[in-house]
């Protein structure tokens, strides 16, 4: 007898980069785990035959892999549920193939206690549709004075702590958050940039903002934050992540510092990999981000570094704003773009340039955020969560930001010929996201 749990995903192009896994075959799940997984699961039977035992999903030839972990999720609920919330957050990531989110704390009230780590727990149980853990403040009120309750954060449920957009300027609070953090094995997350150095900026230094007249933003304002906070690992063996690389210098510091054996990994926007200084044109203000869109010598070599495997984890660092604190000069503009549901087709550009290998470019959505963060997902093996996503890898599209389920649409990507498409999400066992080119064989849709 079929049970509604029982579903077996046939025809499918298994891609597992947790274990290279990279084949023909099946996947089964049971209730909101995988039970069976490989080329050999049904040999020799034919759908009809298949669907007689389970409900039955034919991936027609799709890739089917873990759902992607996107580790910088800006919401704006609580504070600001105009510009995103978590609702319609969880929403764009499911047809994004997302499914799981980490939230950032940059809300109104900040999150630096633990009750307001619970509401968010409690909040994306109520409304989202895909996993979510918050990340809670490393300083109280993102102030860069105290440090919060990082222990009592942490058992109440924040997976990892950063201050978000800002960064902790003091090289001695730096050093205490390390320390305190690798007594019960914290991640401490980091946004690198020399506040004295990039104040009053607009966009990347160099010649192209002389010519548009706006103020820029020097790479180096983030390589020396960079280069302090490695020599604050190494100084105190702590766990860190830098939560966004943009240029080539602070590539290099990363890289060094891996061969060094210290515990750092980074992670690099879709957007970094994507798009360039240029790109602002005649002041785009969708494409004023934060950091800047660098040189092109600074996004290839991102790229560079991602096929190499020095970036670890590409992120949307999905940052929703109102129109209002868009169409406004560029300098007055606030930084910020949407990115959820581009993520991953942005992301597949690079396959398809023959950049970066399908496998490499996979791990850094799944497998390495799950590592980096401890969860058991980002993989496709009996026993681990059945979060999936089902993609057409071939499948052109003209991007079009009127489709977005994000509450807002200040998108750099629209108009942008794509190459890319989720057909299905599964979150839990369970589809949240599909399209109408995807069929189940046992009438299920």
Not at 179 to 199: C, I
């Amino acid at each position: 007898m079929i049970t509604p749990d029982q579903i077996a995903y046939i025809n499918a192009r298994l891609v597992d980069p947790a274990s290279g896994l990279d084949t023909d075959g099946a996947l089964i799940t049971f209730g909101g785990e995988i039970q069976a997984v490989g080329p050999d699961l049904f040999p020799g039977e034919g759908a009809s035959n298949v669907s007689d035992q389970f409900q039955v999903i034919d991936c027609q030839g799709h890739v089917l892999c873990p759902g992607l972990i996107d580790m910088r999720v800006f919401v704006g609920e609580p504070g600001a549920e105009h510009k995103e919330t978590l609702a319609t957050a969880s929403q764009a990531a499911a047809a994004g193939g997302v499914t799981t989110i980490i939230v950032m704390p940059n809300t109104d009230p900040v999150i630096d206690d633990a009750s307001l780590v619970d509401f968010i727990k409690r909040r994306s149980r109520d409304t989202a549709n895909v996993n979510v853990y918050p990340m809670a403040a490393l300083t109280k009120g993102l102030e860069g004075t105290h440090l919060t309750e990082m222990g009592l954060l942490k058992e109440a449920g924040a997976i990892a702590f950063t201050d978000g957009h800002r960064s902790v300027t003091s090289s001695r609070l730096m050093r205490q958050a390390l320390s305190y953090a690798s007594t019960f094995g914290a991640l401490v997350v980091h946004h690198a940039e020399e506040p004295s150095l990039s104040q009053d900026g607009a966009m990347n230094e160099g010649e192209f903002a002389s010519r548009l007249g706006l103020a820029g933003i020097p790479a180096a304002a983030e390589t020396i934050m960079v280069e302090r906070d490695v020599a604050l690992v190494e100084l105190t063996q702590g766990r860190y992540h830098l939560s966004q690389l943009s240029c080539a210098a602070s590539l290099r510091a990363i890289e060094q510092a891996k061969e060094r054996g210290l515990d750092i990994t980074c992670a690099v926007s879709a957007h970094h990999l994507a798009l360039n200084e240029l790109d602002v044109g005649e002041y785009r203000t969708f494409f004023k981000t934060n950091p800047p869109l660098r040189a092109e010598e600074d996004r290839q070599a991102m790229v560079d570094g991602l096929s190499r495997g020095v970036i670890d984890i590409i992120v949307s660092s999905h940052d929703p704003q109102a129109p209002e604190n868009k169409r406004l000069p560029f300098a007055d503009a606030t930084p910020g773009s949407v990115g959820l549901e581009t993520l991953l087709p942005v992301a597949l550009e690079h396959y398809h340039n023959g950049h970066v290998e399908l496998g490499n470019l996979l791990r850094a959505l799944t497998y390495a955020p799950a590592q980096r963060l401890g969860l058991p997902s980002g993989r496709l093996a009996p026993g681990a969560p059945a979060d999936l996503v089902l993609i057409d890898l071939d499948k052109p599209i003209i991007f079009d930001a009127s489709t977005l389920k994000s509450r807002s649409k200040n998108t750099p990507f629209d108009g942008r010929k794509l190459q890319g498409r989720v057909l299905r999400t599964v979150v839990g066992g369970k589809s949240v996201f599909e399209c109408e080119s995807v069929v189940s064989l046992s009438g299920e849709r």
